[in-house]
Protein backbone atom coordinates (compact mmCIF):
# COMPACT_ATOMS: atom_id res chain seq x y z
CA UNK A 1 0.00 0.00 0.00
CA UNK A 2 1.19 3.50 -0.78
CA UNK A 3 2.19 5.45 2.35
CA UNK A 4 4.00 8.62 3.41
CA UNK A 5 5.23 8.88 7.06
CA UNK A 6 6.50 11.55 8.64
CA UNK A 7 8.66 11.86 11.58
CA UNK A 8 8.61 13.07 14.22
CA UNK A 9 5.24 14.38 15.00
CA UNK A 10 6.49 17.31 16.61
CA UNK A 11 9.92 19.05 17.23
CA UNK A 12 10.93 21.87 19.84
CA UNK A 13 13.68 23.54 18.70
CA UNK A 14 15.74 26.58 20.68
CA UNK A 15 16.45 28.89 17.96
CA UNK A 16 20.10 28.36 15.96
CA UNK A 17 19.52 24.66 16.82
CA UNK A 18 20.01 23.33 13.58
CA UNK A 19 18.13 19.80 13.03
CA UNK A 20 16.00 17.72 9.92
CA UNK A 21 12.68 16.42 9.42
CA UNK A 22 11.88 13.24 8.48
CA UNK A 23 9.54 11.85 5.18
CA UNK A 24 9.45 8.32 4.38
CA UNK A 25 7.85 6.94 1.64
CA UNK A 26 6.34 3.24 0.28
CA UNK A 27 5.17 3.89 -3.55
CA UNK A 28 5.09 2.82 -6.62
CA UNK A 29 7.13 4.51 -9.40
CA UNK A 30 7.78 7.75 -7.96
CA UNK A 31 6.94 11.00 -9.77
CA UNK A 32 7.88 13.69 -7.61
CA UNK A 33 8.05 14.51 -3.62
CA UNK A 34 6.56 18.24 -2.64
CA UNK A 35 7.47 19.96 0.63
CA UNK A 36 4.54 22.46 1.98
CA UNK A 37 4.96 24.73 4.86
CA UNK A 38 1.48 25.34 6.44
CA UNK A 39 1.30 28.11 8.66
CA UNK A 40 -1.97 28.22 11.49
CA UNK A 41 -5.23 29.35 9.65
CA UNK A 42 -3.56 29.16 5.95
CA UNK A 43 -3.32 27.01 3.22
CA UNK A 44 -0.19 24.81 2.78
CA UNK A 45 2.49 26.78 1.15
CA UNK A 46 4.44 25.15 -1.47
CA UNK A 47 8.62 24.87 -0.77
CA UNK A 48 10.28 22.37 -2.89
CA UNK A 49 9.97 19.38 -5.58
CA UNK A 50 12.38 16.85 -5.65
CA UNK A 51 12.11 14.03 -8.47
CA UNK A 52 14.91 11.97 -8.65
CA UNK A 53 17.26 10.34 -5.62
CA UNK A 54 20.45 12.71 -5.13
CA UNK A 55 18.69 15.65 -5.82
CA UNK A 56 18.97 18.69 -3.30
CA UNK A 57 16.74 21.74 -3.00
CA UNK A 58 17.88 24.97 -0.67
CA UNK A 59 15.83 28.00 0.20
CA UNK A 60 16.95 30.49 2.88
CA UNK A 61 17.52 27.80 5.91
CA UNK A 62 15.95 25.01 4.40
CA UNK A 63 17.49 22.04 2.52
CA UNK A 64 15.32 18.99 1.12
CA UNK A 65 17.06 15.99 0.37
CA UNK A 66 15.83 12.92 -1.81
CA UNK A 67 16.64 9.49 -1.85
CA UNK A 68 15.09 6.50 -3.00
CA UNK A 69 13.12 5.74 0.21
CA UNK A 70 12.74 8.66 2.23
CA UNK A 71 13.15 13.21 2.26
CA UNK A 72 14.94 15.20 4.57
CA UNK A 73 14.15 18.83 4.88
CA UNK A 74 16.88 20.15 7.23
CA UNK A 75 16.73 23.45 8.89
CA UNK A 76 20.23 25.40 9.56
CA UNK A 77 20.45 27.47 12.40
CA UNK A 78 16.52 28.31 12.46
CA UNK A 79 14.48 31.25 13.50
CA UNK A 80 10.89 31.37 15.44
CA UNK A 81 9.70 32.58 12.38
CA UNK A 82 10.44 29.02 10.96
CA UNK A 83 8.13 27.59 13.28
CA UNK A 84 4.80 25.63 11.21
CA UNK A 85 3.66 22.61 10.46
CA UNK A 86 5.97 20.96 7.43
CA UNK A 87 3.52 18.42 4.97
CA UNK A 88 5.39 16.05 2.41
CA UNK A 89 3.34 14.42 -0.51
CA UNK A 90 4.31 12.47 -3.01
CA UNK A 91 3.19 12.32 -6.26
CA UNK A 92 3.20 8.67 -8.05
CA UNK A 93 2.88 6.97 -11.27
CA UNK A 94 0.49 7.72 -14.13
CA UNK A 95 -2.22 9.15 -10.76
CA UNK A 96 -2.13 13.15 -10.45
CA UNK A 97 -3.23 12.43 -6.69
CA UNK A 98 -0.94 13.19 -4.27
CA UNK A 99 -0.61 10.83 -0.91
CA UNK A 100 0.20 13.55 1.80
CA UNK A 101 2.14 12.65 5.15
CA UNK A 102 0.57 13.98 8.50
CA UNK A 103 3.02 16.77 9.15
CA UNK A 104 5.53 17.77 11.47
CA UNK A 105 4.84 20.50 14.18
CA UNK A 106 8.02 22.70 14.16
CA UNK A 107 8.79 25.18 17.46
CA UNK A 108 11.56 27.13 17.58
CA UNK A 109 11.98 28.59 20.97
CA UNK A 110 14.11 32.57 20.79
CA UNK B 1 0.12 38.19 -8.83
CA UNK B 2 -3.09 37.31 -7.28
CA UNK B 3 -3.33 33.56 -5.41
CA UNK B 4 -5.99 30.62 -4.90
CA UNK B 5 -9.12 33.15 -3.63
CA UNK B 6 -11.18 31.23 -1.67
CA UNK B 7 -14.82 32.24 0.01
CA UNK B 8 -15.73 32.98 2.75
CA UNK B 9 -12.86 32.42 5.17
CA UNK B 10 -15.57 31.44 7.88
CA UNK B 11 -18.93 29.60 8.07
CA UNK B 12 -20.93 29.00 10.63
CA UNK B 13 -24.35 27.22 10.21
CA UNK B 14 -26.78 25.00 11.53
CA UNK B 15 -27.20 20.93 10.64
CA UNK B 16 -29.28 20.87 7.52
CA UNK B 17 -28.53 23.42 6.55
CA UNK B 18 -26.71 24.31 2.50
CA UNK B 19 -23.36 25.90 2.87
CA UNK B 20 -21.73 26.68 -0.61
CA UNK B 21 -17.65 27.11 -0.69
CA UNK B 22 -16.12 29.01 -3.61
CA UNK B 23 -12.86 28.95 -5.14
CA UNK B 24 -11.00 31.36 -7.71
CA UNK B 25 -8.04 29.42 -9.10
CA UNK B 26 -4.66 30.94 -10.20
CA UNK B 27 -5.21 32.56 -13.69
CA UNK B 28 -3.83 30.22 -16.03
CA UNK B 29 -4.59 26.67 -14.23
CA UNK B 30 -6.18 24.48 -15.76
CA UNK B 31 -6.23 21.60 -12.75
CA UNK B 32 -8.18 22.64 -9.64
CA UNK B 33 -8.48 20.53 -6.57
CA UNK B 34 -10.53 20.51 -3.67
CA UNK B 35 -9.64 19.12 -0.29
CA UNK B 36 -10.81 18.65 3.07
CA UNK B 37 -8.23 18.79 6.22
CA UNK B 38 -9.04 17.32 9.82
CA UNK B 39 -6.96 16.54 12.68
CA UNK B 40 -7.74 13.75 12.43
CA UNK B 41 -7.44 12.84 8.94
CA UNK B 42 -5.22 15.09 7.69
CA UNK B 43 -5.38 16.10 4.15
CA UNK B 44 -8.41 14.57 1.96
CA UNK B 45 -8.80 15.16 -2.00
CA UNK B 46 -12.60 15.10 -2.68
CA UNK B 47 -12.61 16.06 -5.95
CA UNK B 48 -10.30 16.98 -9.18
CA UNK B 49 -11.27 19.05 -12.11
CA UNK B 50 -8.84 19.36 -15.34
CA UNK B 51 -10.11 21.71 -17.70
CA UNK B 52 -13.24 22.35 -15.87
CA UNK B 53 -14.13 18.74 -16.13
CA UNK B 54 -14.59 16.46 -13.02
CA UNK B 55 -11.83 13.79 -13.15
CA UNK B 56 -12.02 12.13 -9.85
CA UNK B 57 -14.88 12.85 -7.47
CA UNK B 58 -13.96 9.51 -5.27
CA UNK B 59 -13.40 11.59 -2.48
CA UNK B 60 -16.68 13.05 -1.96
CA UNK B 61 -17.69 11.87 1.11
CA UNK B 62 -21.35 11.13 0.24
CA UNK B 63 -24.29 12.10 -2.25
CA UNK B 64 -24.21 15.45 0.16
CA UNK B 65 -21.40 16.88 -1.26
CA UNK B 66 -21.47 18.22 -4.70
CA UNK B 67 -19.10 20.25 -6.79
CA UNK B 68 -18.76 22.67 -10.47
CA UNK B 69 -16.73 24.05 -12.90
CA UNK B 70 -18.70 26.51 -14.68
CA UNK B 71 -15.69 28.00 -16.35
CA UNK B 72 -11.68 28.37 -15.58
CA UNK B 73 -12.10 30.77 -13.32
CA UNK B 74 -14.73 30.05 -10.34
CA UNK B 75 -15.70 26.23 -8.94
CA UNK B 76 -18.30 25.89 -6.15
CA UNK B 77 -18.42 23.01 -3.30
CA UNK B 78 -21.82 22.69 -1.64
CA UNK B 79 -22.96 20.63 0.77
CA UNK B 80 -27.01 19.67 1.39
CA UNK B 81 -27.77 19.34 3.79
CA UNK B 82 -24.93 19.90 6.12
CA UNK B 83 -24.13 17.61 9.31
CA UNK B 84 -21.60 19.10 12.38
CA UNK B 85 -19.35 16.00 10.98
CA UNK B 86 -18.78 18.17 7.88
CA UNK B 87 -16.91 20.32 10.33
CA UNK B 88 -13.32 21.00 9.19
CA UNK B 89 -11.39 23.65 6.93
CA UNK B 90 -11.42 23.38 3.36
CA UNK B 91 -8.87 24.13 0.90
CA UNK B 92 -8.95 24.75 -2.77
CA UNK B 93 -5.99 24.30 -4.81
CA UNK B 94 -5.01 24.84 -8.09
CA UNK B 95 -2.03 23.69 -10.89
CA UNK B 96 -0.84 24.54 -14.27
CA UNK B 97 -1.34 22.06 -16.88
CA UNK B 98 -1.76 18.18 -15.45
CA UNK B 99 -2.44 17.16 -11.98
CA UNK B 100 1.42 16.36 -11.94
CA UNK B 101 2.33 19.55 -11.18
CA UNK B 102 2.61 21.96 -8.28
CA UNK B 103 -0.62 22.45 -6.77
CA UNK B 104 -1.32 25.74 -5.03
CA UNK B 105 -3.53 26.62 -2.28
CA UNK B 106 -6.09 28.61 -0.97
CA UNK B 107 -6.39 30.08 2.59
CA UNK B 108 -9.11 27.86 3.12
CA UNK B 109 -12.83 28.03 4.64
CA UNK B 110 -13.46 27.21 8.19
CA UNK B 111 -16.49 25.49 8.05
CA UNK B 112 -18.03 24.98 11.56
CA UNK B 113 -21.48 23.07 11.48
CA UNK B 114 -23.51 23.15 14.55
Known amino acids: EDQVTQSPEALRLQEGESSSLNCSYTVSGLRGLFWYRQDPGKGPEFLFTLYSAGEEKEKERLKATLTKKESFLHITAPKPEDSATYLCAVLRGSNYQLIWGAGTKLIIKP | DAGVIQSPRHEVTEMGQEVTLRCKPI?????LFWYRQTMMRGLELLIYFNNNVPIDDSGMPEDRFSAKMPNASFSTLKIQPSEPRDSAVYFCASSLAGGGETQYFGPGTRLLVL
Open chain 2, 27 to 31: SGHNS
